[in-house]
DNA sequence: GCCCAGGAGCATA
DNA sequence: TATGCTCATGGG
């Protein structure tokens, strides 16, 4: 284990965040119309409707601000559209439609229809690489996506590598994260597994990144 | 008006 | 293997 050494390190630096910015909640739920996060609750998703709605999520956060990926589930919600079977029957013009704040409408609207068809028979499958796998192999659907469905869907501890996670490891100087799959198991190596450490490390990247976009807007 | 935001797929070299 | 282009809205 290379990174061995590293894990006092990887770790107090979550220990660090945690207490600075507190537990964040994620993944958030829609209930009644609204956004809810669930800080030091990791008990969601609690059933299958709050599990598909963290899965259209990831799919409309992709290459967007959570906000409009936010706007763009609401608006699923309130058209009556966020579940399996209803979103199914939709169209995939009145689903572009609908979720047109979270760019991308049509290209994200196309890969929503093609995961909807495959959804019965991944749920099927029992190992979580395997899973994975299934998940990398359909159109729309990348390394982070799938990560992000394992560990916020499905509790399956798999590090998410955003954007963000890249540019956390840069100025810590903790590890060279080019490539995803290196990045993410240099975390999974050098973290206890855990899915709510992994769910609340994630989360944490995220505020630290978003404070970081405030530090240099205000430096412009 | 310009730039960037929590990606992914495809073509091309 | 890696680099560039495309998809597109919304907010600062």
């Keep these: 284990m290379a990174f061995r050494a590293d894990f006092p390190s990887v770790y107090s630096l979550y220990k660090k965040l945690l207490r600075s910015y507190g537990p964040q909640g994620w993944w958030p739920i829609i209930k009644r119309g609204r956004i809810f996060y669930h800080p ?114 499905f509790k399956q501890p798999f590090f998410v590598v955003d954007a963000y996670t890249r540019r956390f490891c840069a100025a810590h100087g903790i590890c060279h994260c080019d490539d995803y799959e290196q990045c993410r198991s240099f975390f999974e190596r050098n973290l206890p597994r855990d899915f709510r450490i992994y769910n609340e490390y994630h989360a944490l990247i995220v505020q630290w990144g978003k404070e970081q976009n405030g530090i240099r807007s205000k430096r412009k």
């Design 40 to 153: 030091k609750n990791y008990e969601c998703p609690r059933n299958e409707k709050e599990r598909f709605q963290i899965i259209i999520g990831a799919l409309l956060a992709q290459n967007t601000s959570w906000k409009n990926a936010e706007k763009a589930l609401l608006s699923l919600h309130c058209a009556g559209l966020l579940s399996f079977s209803k979103l199914r029957n939709a169209s995939e013009k009145e689903i572009a439609r609908l979720i047109r704040s979270s760019g991308y409408y049509n290209q994200k609207a196309r890969r929503i229809k093609n995961f909807l068809e495959f959804y019965p028979a991944l749920r099927r499958i029992a190992s979580p690489e395997k899973m994975r796998e299934s998940l990398l192999s359909l159109n729309g659907i990348g390394p982070e996506t799938a990560d992000s469905i394992l560990l916020y869907a």
